[in-house]
């Protein structure tokens, strides 16, 4: 049986790659796997991941994607440590952020993130 690409460009299918961490059957082991399955979250609607992987400090009130918004690709530009730097696009335009994570209970959770903002070509 066949899976779908994973929507956080690995190459690899979602099965073997973000779609167990979505459905909290397995945690992430680095701060790069877990954005990953956060841009994924993003793709598909799936606030819970956003909410459990989110710092409860940092955490808004309404983690809800935005239903409207058509992500387009991930790329990853550089992942050291605790830091993960990526542009992310969508229909429109691209945002590039510098993401931090800490880990929380044994954990990765999402920090922050320096946004550069929209970045549309």
């Known amino acids: 049986m066949l899976s779908t ?3 956080c460009g690995s190459d690899q299918p979602y099965d073997a790659c973000c779609g167990p961490l979505l459905a909290n059957v ?3 082991t680095t701060p790069e796997q877990l954005m990953r399955s956060r841009y ?3 793709v598909t609607g799936n ?3 956003l909410f459990r992987t989110w710092h409860p400090r940092t ?8 239903p409207g918004t058509r992500w387009t690709g991930l790329r990853i530009l550089a992942a050291e440590a605790d830091t993960v730097e990526f542009v992310a696009s969508w229909e429109g335009g691209a945002l590039h952020e510098v993401s931090r ?3 929380r209970a044994g954990r990765w959770v999402y920090v922050d993130g320096e946004v550069d903002g929209d970045i549309s070509r």
Do not use: I, K
């Open 26 to 28: 397995a945690q992430a």
């Open 101 to 103: 994570f800490e880990q």
């Open 47 to 49: 606030a819970d991941h």
């Open 59 to 66: 955490r808004p009130d309404d983690v809800r994607p935005d």
């Open 40 to 42: 994924t979250a993003f």
């Open 5 to 7: 690409p994973c929507p």
